[in-house]
């Protein structure tokens, strides 16, 4: 019934790898062929992720001819992309692909997207994205102290992004990644010890006009100002406002609804010690007005805008499930509160320190065994009209540890806590997932994980049928038949998903790659 239940976008798209961050803003990194007759280049990058996922599970109740173990597609409450639970120990498939051409300061870019890969699954029609961006980039020549980009069309602007080449361990953007038709204007000037920044931009969005949607055409614009010290520190402060003032749609259910708003605002910080890791930390709020109109112009803390469906910021913060089908009954939010949230991720190459404490001007790109720890967190608090979240927290936090013992063979371990609800404990619970990794080399651009997780739950299963808040939770818009949250006993010929409660143990076979 509509909404996004994807891995999300990946952490290694066109504008977020690790290569061009050495080269600077939007540095390509490969040609697909030589240029054409008029002295046109071409570039192709692109990333996949392609996880086999097993879910290892019991029968209370064999029947003859039955195995008291069963296995079946990993049933989670913490792999759906949109939702407040993500965490990145058991992502589904996902795969972007982007054909730029170009010449001398001027190039066209194409990028095209889909998930549920359909020869190891089923056609899902909704998963094949298709071309999802397209969008022209000028960067003219204004010396060596100045830079101008300008790009026009469907792109993506990326703000709040807490890992050092991605969007960080939780894979969400503290200020928003915006997705519109528009246009973007970055400029950066250098002074003798800094380096500033700003851009600006605007843009539309056309809604899903699926009658269970209920959001309307939206308008964003944002601004953004960076100061960079000697390319070790940065600070950087946002401001995004998104907007809905549309006619009431044919039998729109929400007639004479008040025009919507969403706006984001805050700053953060992104410290490089060297030796002695990156530390990113930020602070967002998010500020909702009737905003169950406002479609996602900006996915932003796990949420897609401000009403699609329930992915955006009303259903995953602002309201409890029963007030999706009716947003203005009494109690319900109407997508009117706020979401302040504090987040950091903090990382570190053991050979990096210990080689920084020999030589202080060491500098490491990992061509050799390291060690590399993560610490990372999310702390969520929740201001709404609606009584029943009102005051609410939500935290999570975990670690990762990954050793490369030699250039094609590592282990690595994460652990994560969550705790969706700070008034019913009963909804938190922990992963740790053990993992092998294989690669062609110390720094390579693929990846093969074998990984092992254990879901610890404070209450796996609801025992109290008119309290199903008192166990955790599956994600927001449950799609069929995809999760422990799709059972249903009112339709007889839905064939539902088999499971109706998330796994214990989860097997995972992952293969990826970026170029």
Same mark, same amino acid.
Do not use: C
């Given at each position: 019934?509509?909404?996004?239940? @994807?891995?999300?976008?990946? &952490?290694?798209?066109?504008?977020?790898?690790?290569?061009?961050?050495?080269?600077?803003?939007? @540095?390509?990194?490969?040609?697909? =062929?030589? =240029? @054409?007759?008029?002295?046109? &280049?071409?570039?192709? $990058?692109?990333?996949?992720?392609?996880?086999?996922?097993?879910? +290892?599970?019991?029968?209370?109740?064999?029947?003859?001819?039955?195995?008291?173990?069963?296995? $079946?597609?990993?049933?989670?409450?913490?792999?759906?992309?949109?939702?407040?639970?993500y965490t990145r120990h058991n992502q589904r498939d996902w795969a972007e692909l982007y054909l730029s051409v170009g010449k001398d300061f001027a190039k066209g870019t194409v990028g095209l997207e889909a998930y549920n890969f359909t020869d190891a699954s089923y056609n899902e029609q909704e998963a094949q994205l298709g071309i999802s961006q397209a969008f022209v980039t000028l960067t003219p020549d204004l010396g060596s102290e100045d830079r101008l980009e300008l790009r026009a069309g469907a792109h993506w602007g990326l703000y709040g992004e807490m890992g050092r080449y991605d969007a960080g361990e939780y894979d969400t953007y503290l200020f928003g990644r915006t997705a519109v038709m528009g246009y973007t204007v970055h400029y950066e000037h250098d002074l003798p010890s800094v380096t500033l920044k700003a851009e600006q931009g605007f843009g539309t969005r056309r809604p899903d006009p699926d009658i269970f949607n209920k959001t309307r055409f939206t308008l964003l614009h944002h601004e953004h100002v960076w100061a960079q010290l000697k390319q070790d520190y940065e600070l950087g402060l $946002?401001?995004?406002?998104?907007? @809905?003032?549309?006619?009431?749609?044919?039998?729109?259910?929400?007639?004479?609804?008040?025009?919507? &708003?969403? +706006?984001?605002? =805050?700053?953060?910080?992104?410290?490089?010690?060297h030796g002695f890791g990156l530390l990113y930390a930020g602070f967002s709020r998010v500020v909702a007005k009737d905003a169950i109109t406002v479609a996602p112009a900006i996915n932003v803390i796990h949420s897609n805008g401000g009403g699609e469906y329930d992915h955006g910021i009303t259903g995953n913060y602002l309201d409890t499930r029963d007030c999706f089908e009716t947003p203005r009954a009494t109690g319900c939010s109407g997508g009117n509160g706020a979401v302040s949230t504090l987040a950091a991720q903090y990382e570190l190459s053991l050979s990096n320190l210990i080689g920084s404490m020999r030589d202080p001007e060491f500098d490491w790109w990992g061509e050799g065994e390291d060690v590399v720890v993560k610490l990372y967190g999310m702390l969520n608090w929740v201001s709404s009209d609606n009584d029943r979240v009102d005051g609410l927290r939500k935290i999570k936090y975990g670690a990762d540890v990954e050793w490369m013992l030699v250039k094609w063979f590592g282990l690595g371990a994460r652990a994560d806590r969550l705790q969706p609800n700070s008034r019913v404990p009963e909804q938190s619970f922990m992963i740790l997932s053990p993992r092998v990794i294989f690669r062609s080399s110390w720094v390579s651009n693929e990846m093969i994980t074998v990984q092992y997780s254990r879901y610890v739950y404070n209450q796996r299963e609801c025992g109290d049928p008119t309290r199903p808040e008192l166990c955790v939770q599956p994600p927001p818009s449950v799609e069929l038949p995809d999760g422990f949250g799709s059972a249903t006993a009112d339709e007889d010929t839905m064939r539902t998903v088999s499971v109706t409660r998330p796994d214990v143990n989860v097997f995972r076979v992952d293969a990826s790659m970026w170029w």
């Open positions: 019934m509509g909404g996004d239940d @994807t891995g999300g976008p990946s &952490s290694a798209s066109a504008d977020a790898d690790p290569a061009q961050a050495k080269g600077g803003r939007d @540095t390509p990194t490969s040609t697909s =062929g030589p =240029g @054409t007759s008029e002295g046109l &280049s071409t570039e192709f $990058h692109g990333f996949f992720r392609a996880p086999m996922r097993l879910g +290892i599970g019991k029968r209370d109740d064999p029947a003859d001819g039955q195995s008291s173990t069963t296995f $079946h597609n990993a049933v989670t409450p913490d792999d759906q992309y949109l939702s407040w639970q $946002h401001f995004l406002s998104s907007w @809905t003032q549309e006619e009431d749609r044919n039998l729109d259910p929400l007639q004479d609804q008040p025009d919507g &708003s969403l +706006i984001v605002y =805050g700053g953060d910080l992104r410290f490089d010690f």
